[in-house]
């Protein structure tokens, strides 16, 4: 897989872009939450998944399925998907 295919790229902006709107205007339940960073993190090549799996990590460890996050941690998870989509748009350059 290569981000350089406009497919894999439009796809992989398609699902960052669905975990930012969520985390962002929707407020969702962690469990739904997990679902969607799992989506994206098959998406990403595996050198890039790292802090996405950190975050599944933790939402497993810190919430049950039903909590939503606290704002601190949803400001962070927005911080750390524009994080991975500056490396993804790095590499597509």
Known sequence: MSYSDPRVAFRLGAL????????????????ELS????????????????????????LRDHYSGLDELDPDDRKALVKDLETVRETVASKIR
């Open 35 to 58: 679902r969607e960073l799992e989506k994206l993190s098959e998406a990403l090549e595996e050198e890039d998944r790292e802090l996405v799996k950190s975050w599944l990590e933790y």
């Open 16 to 31: 960052m872009q669905s975990v930012e709107d969520k985390v962002i205007y929707a407020r969702p339940k962690v469990a």
